[in-house]
């Protein structure tokens, strides 16, 4: 009787581990199509204008309009 018992502890032992053995799943996904727009011609225009100052600094200023009239305007300012 001891002998069937310490069997059948030995079998389930056995099983347990190995339902303890951890399992690795990848998954690889294709990366996502690029979307290209062509906008095609446009008349937008850029437009740069740098100035140097007297005190050492300088400043670079750059408009840009686009075709429906929108502008912007950036202007950065270095002093060394």
Do not use: F
């Not at 199509?33 to 008349?43: E, N």
């Not at 850029?46 to 750059?62: F, L, Q």
């Amino acid at each position: 009787m001891r002998k069937s018992l310490l069997a059948a502890a030995a079998v389930l032992t056995l099983a347990g581990a190995s339902g303890a053995i951890a399992q690795t799943t990848v998954i690889e996904r294709d990366a996502p199509d690029r979307v290209v727009v062509d906008r095609g011609p446009s008349a937008s225009s850029t437009t740069v204008e740098r100035r140097e100052h007297s005190d050492g600094c300088s400043s670079k200023t750059v408009t840009k309009e686009n075709d429906v009239g929108d502008r912007k305007t950036v202007t950065k300012e270095n002093c060394d």
